[in-house]
């Protein structure tokens, strides 16, 4: 019965990672990123890629991501007491086969598109009604819809852009706004639209993302 407890417990662990997958999924971020960054965060492993300020900048992924931490750790502990009680026989298999198949249909319901489509709106109103413009990710205040991207653009070596300025490549009706030039450790913004671009600068642009692709598909 101990070993059946562990495995049970085990497909347990395996339900949260999904059930938190498909929570961050609504939230917007890929599946596969969402997948490693909840098993890193379960695990107490791995939690320092670039992808981590994904979770760290946004309110709500915070809060998932503290519970994680906190199950992660609870985990280990009911592991090894598990261990150490298999001379005992002391499980309540039963009870916790319950909490499984509970937490298995609850997965399941995430899943469905439907349900997928609510929890996202859901978040996002939770995002605008509950926290400051601030203190949100940059991509939740500006991307309005699919086709929005805020997007960095580099400026390479005999770019045909070298020396010539942002609006003598993008026309308006092309729906694609020049934030800031990154050149070095400076961000030029009240002078972009004037300044021409060298090799190296980084275009910090928002707009039509197609549109983007086109214009600088050869930066």
Same mark, same amino acid.
């Given at each position: 019965?101990?070993?059946?407890?562990?495995?049970?417990? @085990?497909?347990?662990?395996?339900?949260? #990672?999904?059930?938190?997958?498909? %929570?961050?999924? =609504?939230?917007?971020?890929?599946?596969?990123? +969402?997948?490693?960054?909840?098993?890193?965060?379960?695990?107490?492993?791995?939690?320092?890629?670039? &992808? !981590?300020?994904?979770? %760290?900048?946004?309110?709500?992924?915070?809060?998932?991501? +503290?519970?994680?931490?906190?199950?992660? =750790?609870?985990? @280990?502990?009911?592991?090894?007491? +598990?261990? !150490?009680? @298999?001379?005992?026989?002391?499980?309540?298999?039963?009870?916790?086969?319950?909490?499984?198949?509970?937490?298995?249909?609850?997965?399941?319901?995430?899943?469905? !598109?439907?349900?997928?489509?609510?929890?996202?709106?859901?978040?996002?109103?939770?995002?605008?009604?509950?926290?400051?413009?601030?203190?949100?990710?940059?991509?939740?205040?500006?991307?309005?819809?699919?086709?929005?991207?805020?997007? &960095?653009?580099?400026?390479? &070596?005999?770019?045909?852009?070298? $020396?010539?300025?942002?609006?003598? %490549?993008? $026309?308006?009706?092309?729906?694609? #706004?020049?934030?800031? #030039?990154?050149?070095?450790?400076?961000?030029?913004?009240?002078? =972009?639209?004037?300044?021409?671009?060298?090799?190296?600068?980084?275009?910090?642009?928002?707009?039509?993302?197609?549109?983007?692709? &086109?214009?600088?598909?050869? +930066?």
């Amino acid at each position: 019965m101990g070993i059946l407890f562990i495995f049970i417990y @085990l497909f347990i662990v395996f339900t949260v #990672i999904e059930i938190n997958t498909s %929570i961050f999924v =609504a939230t917007g971020l890929e599946r596969k990123v +969402a997948r490693f960054q909840v098993i890193s965060m379960l695990t107490g492993t791995g939690f320092t890629t670039g &992808e !981590s300020e994904l979770i %760290i900048d946004h309110p709500v992924r915070r809060r998932l991501g +503290a519970f994680l931490i906190l199950f992660g =750790a609870f985990s @280990l502990a009911v592991i090894i007491s +598990a261990i !150490s009680k @298999l001379l005992e026989n002391e499980f309540f298999t039963m009870e916790i086969t319950y909490v499984a198949g509970g937490l298995f249909i609850l997965l399941l319901l995430l899943r469905m !598109s439907l349900v997928q489509r609510f929890l996202s709106r859901k978040l996002k109103s939770e995002l605008k009604e509950n926290y400051k413009l601030a203190d949100l990710p940059i991509s939740d205040v500006l991307v309005m819809d699919k086709e929005d991207e805020v997007r &960095e653009v580099t400026i390479h &070596e005999d770019s045909r852009f070298t $020396d010539r300025k942002f609006d003598e %490549i993008v $026309d308006v009706e092309d729906d694609i #706004i020049l934030l800031f #030039i990154k050149r070095g450790e400076i961000n030029i913004r009240n002078k =972009a639209h004037e300044t021409k671009l060298k090799p190296g600068d980084k275009l910090i642009l928002y707009g039509n993302n197609p549109k983007m692709e &086109e214009k600088f598909k050869d +930066a």
